[in-house]
C-alpha cells in the first residue's frame, strides 16, 4: 500500500497565500525501492485535464510551469517523503484540485492521493 496525502488547500481571495503538505507513506513504501528522485505537484482545473504544475529533485533542482514561475515555490524533505507547496500572489486560474506525485517528468507514479482543493476567488 502506498499512499498519497495531500492538506493545506482552501478558500483564499486572489492576491493571498496558501502552503500544500503532500506525505508519501505507506505499509508498500520503500524509498529505497521506488524512484523518487523527482517528486511533483499537479493541478486538475474544473472540465481540464490534470497538469504538471511544479517539480523538485532530491538534490533541489526545481521546475515550475510558466504561471507558476515568481510565485510559486516547491520544496521537500527527503528524511520524512515530505513535499511542499507555498503559493503566494494567488489567482482565479489557481483554482483547482492540487495532487503531488513523484516519479520521473511525464511518467509519474501510478499512486495518487485524493488531492486538496485550492478555491481562488476574485
Known amino acids: 500500500q502506498v499512499q498519497l496525502e495531500e492538506s493545506g488547500g482552501g478558500v483564499v481571495q486572489a492576491g493571498g497565500s496558501l502552503r500544500l503538505t503532500c506525505v508519501i507513506s505507506g505499509s508498500d513504501f520503500d524509498p529505497n525501492e521506488f524512484d523518487i528522485n523527482v517528486m511533483g505537484w499537479f493541478r486538475q482545473a474544473p472540465g481540464k485535464e490534470r497538469e504538471l504544475v511544479a517539480a523538485?529533485?532530491?538534490?533541489?533542482?526545481?521546475r515550475y510551469e510558466d504561471s507558476a514561475k515568481g510565485r510559486f515555490t516547491i520544496s521537500r524533505t527527503n528524511a520524512n517523503n515530505t513535499l511542499y507547496l507555498q503559493m503566494n500572489r494567488l489567482k482565479v486560474d489557481d483554482t483547482g484540485v492540487y495532487y503531488c506525485n513523484f516519479g520521473p517528468v511525464g511518467v509519474p507514479s501510478p499512486y495518487w492521493g485524493q488531492g486538496t482543493q485550492v478555491t481562488v476567488s476574485a
Open positions: 523538485i529533485t532530491r538534490v533541489g533542482t526545481t
